[in-house]
């Protein structure tokens, strides 16, 4: 077996593209463009309202944005 050396700084930026790309292959395994599992944008508001990480302004604008969309009308 050959011993290959490389500098540090070489050696974090190839570690941090695998670390990168593991994680982008795990992601893309799952089914992500499947549709929502409700079609209730009351249900889906209310789910990213109980995150507590948005404010009201997104939340107002992702409304907007859901009644919007082909998909959420029934």
Not at 6 to 19: F, G, N, Q, S, V
Not at 22 to 36: A, C, G, N
Not at 52 to 69: I, P
């Amino acid at each position: 077996m050959s011993v290959i050396t490389i500098p540090k700084k070489e050696y974090r930026i190839l570690l941090d593209a695998k670390l990168r790309y593991e994680y982008l292959r795990q992601v893309m395994e799952k089914d992500i463009f499947s549709p929502p599992p409700t079609k209730k944008i009351t249900e889906v508001l209310g789910a990213f309202r109980a995150t507590k990480k948005y404010n009201q302004k997104f939340l107002k604008s992702l409304g907007r944005g859901l009644r919007r969309s082909s998909y959420f009308r029934t």
